[in-house]
């Protein structure tokens, strides 16, 4: 499989740049400092996410369109757990994310970017439980694996699946450039996209 052949085609920064939906969307969210762009960046095979050394500093939301089979959207969201920002940008923070699920979109469902080093931390859980609340899927990508030496990644990856995760398929561990990690991820979230359509035409059906 080749690198997906994307496109940035919107950069939204309130509610009102959102742009009107269009198909299957996979939305990536993650903590300021979990590797997200960096992610985004391998996932697609070029520079489209800007990567910032001062964690918490890309505030919109961007779309890139993606040719796969199916093809979807890829809905890079800012990042969370920003320590510098204060209380009010962190609430319109929530305000901008939810209005993003609610706006009658089809999200099919959530890739969520968990440091390897630190694991779930309060923030994550946070998210973890909104996403609950909506009944919205999600899929663990651990990032910053690299981080972790080989010897130890085993135990550190048991410790957590053990301590319950909500994830689709089993977590991935990446580190953000090894391109054999890559291919499996994006294999995996293809066959995840794959199921969630053939499942919402089945409910279509019996309708």
Known sequence: MQNWKSELY???????????PQGYEIAFAGRSNAGKSTLVNALLGRKVAHVSSKPGKTRSI????????????????????????????????WKFINAYFA???????????????HGPLAND???????????MPRQIIFTKGDKVS??????????????GLDSLLPPFITSGVNDGEMEKVREGLL?????????????????
Request: with cysteine; hydrophobic share 35%; charged share 30%.
């Open 10 to 20: 919107c950069t939204a920064f309130n509610i009102a740049q959102l742009p009107p």
């Open 62 to 93: 961007n779309f890139y369109r993606v040719e796969s089979d199916p093809p979807f959207c890829l809905v890079d969201l800012p990042g969370y757990g920003f320590a510098q920002r204060g209380k009010e940008e962190r609430k319109n923070w």
């Open 103 to 117: 706006s009658e979109r089809h999200v099919s469902f959530v890739v969520h970017l968990i440091d390897f080093r």
């Open 125 to 135: 859980k946070d998210l973890t439980a909104w996403l609950d609340e909506m009944d």
């Open 150 to 163: 080989r010897g130890k990644r085993k135990a550190v990856y048991s410790s957590y699946v053990k301590a």
């Open 191 to 207: 066959q995840i996209l794959n199921e969630m359509i053939s499942l919402d035409r089945l409910e279509e059906k019996r309708r």
